[in-house]
């Protein structure tokens, strides 16, 4: 019976800069695929794995590929402190370790057959990555999806190349605070691309993973669109620290996000985005 305990080793495949402190790492195991679950998953989209450097220690990180892909895993690692420092200065062919994954993920299942609103803003869009790459190898068991997608500046808009792809079979709604001279979109926040999205609503969910503000200020999308907030599924993942339970960092109310998370319905936490 395998250990979901016990770290194995992976090695760096790939390095991607995403922005000037964001850098997207493409890990193979050294021996082998990853597992996959009795869903031919190796990850439920929402999870989370705990990823480290010997000597540095390990943090929790969404995947953001592919949950039936078993030939690699990404996760997208913002440069915030020592270890994450680490990882910047890794090369490719590097080895690290891994363990997991962790955690209850977005309810998949429940989500089929509905309308979709997929919210996220900076960092946040690993997991919601996942639900959208899960979604489109699905495409038929899902109605309209919409992806909004808040950051910065256009620079800090993460898998650019994975947005023009999943144009393709979803609505993909960007915004940013700070434009440059060659942005011709949407400035501003989130909610102002209310008026792009057509749900029926009775039969629609949402799924969320962002920074605390902007988490807050989705109540203005997906109340006004009439999704209740027992189909809203919210990642919290960004106030995870140890992964284990430890440091408490993560708590929210009565919550753990890594014990009892990191995804939840929006009801069970609202108001406690910090």
Not at 38 to 66: D, H, M, R, T
Request: hydrophobic share 40%.
């Amino acid at each position: 019976m395998t250990n979901i305990y016990q770290p194995f080793k992976v090695k760096i495949k790939k390095i991607e800069k995403h922005s000037d402190n964001v850098k997207l790492f493409r890990l193979v195991r050294e021996k082998g695929k990853f597992l996959k679950n009795k869903q031919g998953l190796i990850f439920n989209p929402g999870q989370f794995v705990l990823a480290g450097i010997f000597g540095y220690g390990e943090a929790p990180f969404g995947p953001a590929s592919s949950p039936y892909n078993d030939s690699y895993l990404d996760i997208v690692v913002r440069r915030v402190g020592t270890l994450t420092e680490a990882f910047h200065r890794a090369k490719e062919g590097d080895g690290i370790f891994l363990r997991g994954p962790y955690g209850n993920g977005f309810p998949m299942d429940f989500i089929e057959g509905k309308d979709l609103v997929l919210v996220t803003g900076g960092c946040g869009i690993p997991p919601i990555a996942a639900a959208i790459e899960y979604i489109i190898a699905n495409r038929e068991k899902f109605g309209r999806v919409y992806l909004i997608y808040g950051a910065k500046t256009p620079q800090d808009i993460l898998i650019k190349d994975r947005l023009k792809k999943w144009e393709k079979d979803i609505k993909v709604l960007l915004t940013v605070d700070e434009p440059d001279k060659n942005w011709n979109g949407p400035v501003g926040m989130v909610t102002e691309l209310i008026d792009e999205i057509e749900i029926n609503a009775p039969n629609a969910a949402a799924a969320m993973c962002g920074p605390g503000p902007m988490m807050d200020a989705l109540e203005k999308i997906l109340r006004p669109l009439g999704i209740s907030d027992r189909r809203v599924f919210v990642n919290l993942e960004r106030k995870m620290h140890c992964g284990v339970g430890h440091c408490q960092h993560c708590v929210s109310g009565d919550k753990y996000v890594c014990q009892d998370g990191p995804v939840f319905n929006f009801d069970e936490i609202d108001k406690n985005w910090d």
